[in-house]
């Protein structure tokens, strides 16, 4: 029994966790944890209490204590957190268990009896040394990736993307003449297209990038930028696949957002009931920061979470 | 032609040079490793033709590669690397593996396509894929 403060033993066997609702359709829900936030090793250890003895052994094969802590981080936020809805009274974050689809996306492995369906709930998680993230949605897909935004790219931003973008996106990138400006564009674009891929559970190989262009829809020049006064069609991102042209493409839509001043997080989530006249359904995000058994905050317009894009 | 029964021979040497002759021609100059393949006609794989300077068996390639990994990540002289480390276990995120790619693209001149580069999880991974699209030249 620990001697600790009480408030250990009042997670000592069960560890608390804030229920939640599950999402609404067309709601997104996003949690996130900086890493750096967190510091007492008996919390690290309780996160990693919950995880499967796969994610453990993958956690400690990571090379150096803040890749460990990060990759231990990213499966204790995404354990927790599937957790909080409550599915039903048997789950808990440890017993979750998880599989990959066919071309590697993780998924929840519902554990379920006869009598009792699972909600059709989706998440995705994306990590950097300084953030992890896990969106959540209902009967919807959902893709998302962070990245730092003063992140370096060792290669020519151009090149790159001369390399791995289609020509519209380079086109775009080209006509960025200060190359501050360029590169953060450039990261912001890697965020929708990677949210985009990972939405549709295929991953790099399976959607390679020059396949598909993402461009802000009705002022493609500004970018992904907060316009002034826009409306919402103003500020809508849009995706067009050469290999599925229409029909396949308009069932995405796209949130971009800055995240706690120092992150670009993209979000890509299928639109239901997509029709031409349907275009603008807006779209609910609720964002949270959390670190798991300690605290919650709710950070929705607070700001932490400043929409770029998409709202 | 004499037939070649051995597919690898390794000289490894701390001095500054070694050259060696076989059917006439000079194969490769290296300060301290010179890996040479050799298939069983005794052709070599690759030449490239901006220096004569055949595209080597693993260690060299692995060595190469290595140190791509290690720009990239800006790993520590101290992060240990070995050829089945893998990238993701380095802190590489899928921006990182696609300009480590990029950077193997531009060393090794060759093209990776899309479908392969998921394949490139680590160093030897990354190695046996460039001796492969190398050979093929």
């Known amino acids: 029994m620990k001697l600790h403060c009480f408030q250990r033993a009042f997670f000592h066997s069960s560890p608390s966790l804030i229920p939640v609702q599950l999402p609404a359709p067309m709601e997104t829900h996003l949690w996130y944890m900086k890493p750096s936030e967190v510091k007492s090793e008996s919390l690290l250890k309780e996160y990693l209490d919950i995880l499967s003895p796969c994610e453990r052994k993958n956690v400690l094969q990571m090379g150096g204590e803040e890749l460990r802590k990060s990759a231990l981080l990213a499966r204790a936020l995404v354990r927790t957190t599937i957790a909080r809805y409550q599915i039903n009274s048997e789950i808990t974050p440890r017993s979750l268990k998880f599989r990959k689809n066919i071309h590697g996306k993780p998924e929840v492995e519902w554990q379920y009896s006869d009598d009792w369906h699972p909600p059709s709930l989706h998440f995705n998680i994306s990590h950097t040394s300084s953030l992890v993230a896990c969106g959540v949605t209902v009967n919807s897909q959902i893709g998302i990736d962070v990245e730092e935004k003063h992140r370096s790219i060792k290669h020519n931003v151009l090149s790159f993307a001369r390399r791995y973008f289609s020509e519209h996106e380079v086109q775009f990138l080209a006509a960025i003449s200060d190359p501050q400006v360029q590169r953060m564009e450039f990261i912001k674009l890697w965020t929708l297209k990677e949210a985009y891929v990972k939405a549709l559970g295929k991953g790099f190989s399976g959607a390679p990038f020059k396949t598909f262009t993402i461009r802000s829809k009705s002022v493609p020049e500004e970018g992904f930028n907060k316009l002034e006064g826009s409306s919402l069609k103003a500020s809508e991102i849009v995706v067009d696949s050469f290999d599925n042209p229409t029909v396949l493409t308009s069932n995405w839509q796209f949130l971009l957002l800055e995240l706690a001043n120092s992150h670009y997080a993209a979000i890509c989530t299928e639109k239901h009931g997509a029709s031409e006249g349907d275009r603008n359904v807006p779209v609910k995000l609720t964002v949270w920061k959390t670190i798991p058994f300690l605290e919650d905050e709710c950070v929705s317009g607070t700001d932490a979470v400043k929409t770029i894009c998409g709202l | ?35 040479l393949g050799w298939t069983r006609t005794g052709v070599f794989p690759c030449i490239r033709t901006s220096r004569l300077q055949i595209c080597a068996a693993k260690a060299e390639t692995v060595e190469k590669v290595s140190e791509i990994v290690r720009k990239q990540l800006a790993l520590s002289p101290e992060t240990a690397l070995t050829p089945q480390t893998k990238f993701s276990e380095l802190g590489a995120d ?33 190695a046996d894929l460039i001796d492969k699209l190398c050979d093929k030249k």
Do not use: P, W
Not at chain 2, 6 to 24: E, G
Not at chain 2, 114 to 125: F, K, R, V
């Open chain 2, 1 to 35: 032609m004499a037939a070649v029964s051995a597919t690898c021979v390794r000289f490894r040497t701390s001095s500054a040079q070694l050259s060696i002759r076989a059917s006439n021609q000079i194969i490769g100059k290296s300060a301290s490793l010179v890996s």
């Open chain 2, 94 to 126: 899928s921006l990182d593996t696609v300009e480590i790619v990029m950077g193997l693209e531009e060393e090794f001149n060759i093209s990776v396509e899309e479908e392969n580069s998921e394949n490139i999880t680590t160093i030897q991974e990354a």
